[in-house]
């Protein structure tokens, strides 16, 4: 089965600092994709950063970094010079080959961006 | 801003109520999604939608009933529901392209908060 863990509920992190939020993922397949998404209180999910698992390289999209560990599993998000908008639940997401178009998605991060 | 809009974005209806939730996509995509947000649940996926044929039913209620006339278009139909249906409803899309790729993002739009009284 394939499963999504973040296993941390909430985070706080000080205005232009860095903050990392963690992601491991279980599949047997070789081939997925992961995903980051943010939902402000406002309730849109909206897409950050796709990595690919036969991406070599991490994925960047602004200030948003994907720290791609295949062997470890893990796919966390790194916030480079945190924001005051930046304050939201953070999920990571699979796409797996064998299930077709669905995402199976984590319990999501709460982060809280503090002057 | 959104290439996927939903309405209503808030709609509280009684359990013998019965309402549809609107979703239009201006991606040009072919693939829709319908997921459930309960409070301190992960996402769940209720529907699949691909080039308008339902392609998934996540063991959802009959009480759920949707309907994608178009690729554009996709409604949720809710009829006698019950106060645990209380939740986000998230429509996405996502471009299709038939086990070619592993990487099609889906978008979402807002949602729709409902609480059933």
């Known amino acids: 089965a394939q499963k999504i863990t973040q296993t941390q509920p909430g985070m706080f992190v000080q205005e232009k600092e860095a903050v990392t939020l963690d992601c491991t993922y279980d599949t047997s397949d070789q081939s997925y994709g992961l995903f980051w998404y943010k939902q402000p209180s406002s309730g849109e999910m909206i897409f950050l950063i796709y990595?690919?698992?036969?991406?070599?390289q991490n994925a960047t999209e602004g200030r948003y970094s994907l720290n791609f560990q295949k062997a470890r599993k893990s796919a966390n998000l790194v916030i480079s010079a945190s924001q005051l908008g930046d304050s939201a639940m953070y999920f990571c997401?699979?796409?797996?080959?064998?299930?077709?178009?669905?995402?199976?998605f984590g319990t999501g991060t709460q982060l809280k961006v503090e002057l | 801003e959104t290439g996927v809009t939903q309405t209503p974005r808030h709609l509280v209806m009684g359990m013998t109520n019965k309402k549809s939730l609107k979703c239009e996509q201006h991606?040009?995509?072919?693939?829709m999604y319908w997921y459930k947000q309960s409070a301190k649940k992960p996402l769940e996926l209720m529907f699949v939608?691909?080039?308008?044929?339902?392609?998934e039913n996540n063991s959802v209620p009959s009480r759920f009933s949707p309907e994608c006339p178009n690729s554009s278009h996709l409604f949720l139909h809710l009829h006698t529901l019950q106060p645990e249906d209380s939740a986000l409803y998230l429509c996405?899309?996502?471009?299709?392209?038939?086990?070619?790729?592993?990487?099609?993002?889906?978008?979402f739009g807002p949602g729709t908060r409902l609480l059933v009284l």
């Open positions: 996405a899309s996502s471009q299709d392209r038939r086990g070619t790729h592993q990487g099609e993002t889906q978008y």
């Open positions: 990595q690919g698992s036969y991406d070599e």
């Open positions: 991606l040009g995509h072919n693939a």
């Open positions: 939608y691909n080039f308008k044929e339902q392609t």
């Open positions: 997401a699979m796409r797996f080959t064998g299930g077709g178009n669905k995402l199976t």
